[in-house]
């Protein structure tokens, strides 16, 4: 559960498909439009997702570990959701890290042991994680009436729906 090991996971999962694929397009004698276009083009998007989750890992730990949050919970809890999305992420596909070596024999033990623990640990905070609405960081991309202060989840689910612009017709 160490987040540096997780990080490291993630970077060998992602290094070894860009490799894979690379190498696959550099020995390719068809041209290069065939190659990427066709023969190529799912690893090609599969080898962009693995880079992009690697790389969405690594700058939200960046911005969490740097931020100066007014509440001295908030890191921690933020730091456990990224061990989670990792561990989701190694549990959805680590072949590459046992193809490398980076993971040996029972691995998937400890990746779903790890799962199952950080759940437990978080599961108390689910609430104000859903919420993220403190006095000095609102998060406005993810508004949830799940457990608002106020208790009214039914009425503010049916006030968004009125105010939704698909209603302004």
């Given at each position: 559960m160490d987040i540096q090991h997780l990080e490291n996971a993630l970077s060998v999962r992602a290094a070894r498909k860009v490799r894979d694929v690379v190498t696959k397009i550099a020995q390719s004698k068809a041209k290069l439009v065939v190659t990427m276009n066709e023969m190529y083009a799912q690893d090609l998007i599969q080898m962009s997702k693995m880079h992009m989750l690697y790389l969405?890992?690594?700058?939200f730990r960046m911005k969490v570990e740097s931020f100066k949050f007014s509440d001295t919970t908030t890191r921690p809890l933020?730091?456990?959701?990224?061990?989670?999305?990792?561990?989701?992420?190694?549990?959805?596909?680590?072949?590459?890290?046992?193809?490398?070596?980076?993971?040996?024999?029972?691995?998937?033990?400890?990746?779903?042991?790890?799962?199952?623990?950080?759940?437990?640990?978080?599961?108390?905070q689910m609430i104000p994680l859903v919420e993220l609405n403190t006095r000095s960081e609102v998060d406005m991309s993810y508004m949830s009436c799940i457990g608002n202060e106020y208790g009214d989840i039914y009425e503010t689910q049916l006030e968004w729906a009125m105010k939704s612009r698909f209603n302004k017709k």
């Open positions: 969405s890992f690594v700058l933020l730091l456990k959701l990224a061990k989670i999305f990792a561990l989701k992420q190694l549990t959805n596909d680590s072949v590459a890290c046992y193809e490398t070596g980076f993971f040996g024999p029972g691995s998937s033990d400890l990746l779903h042991d790890s799962m199952q623990l950080i759940l437990q640990e978080i599961r108390p």
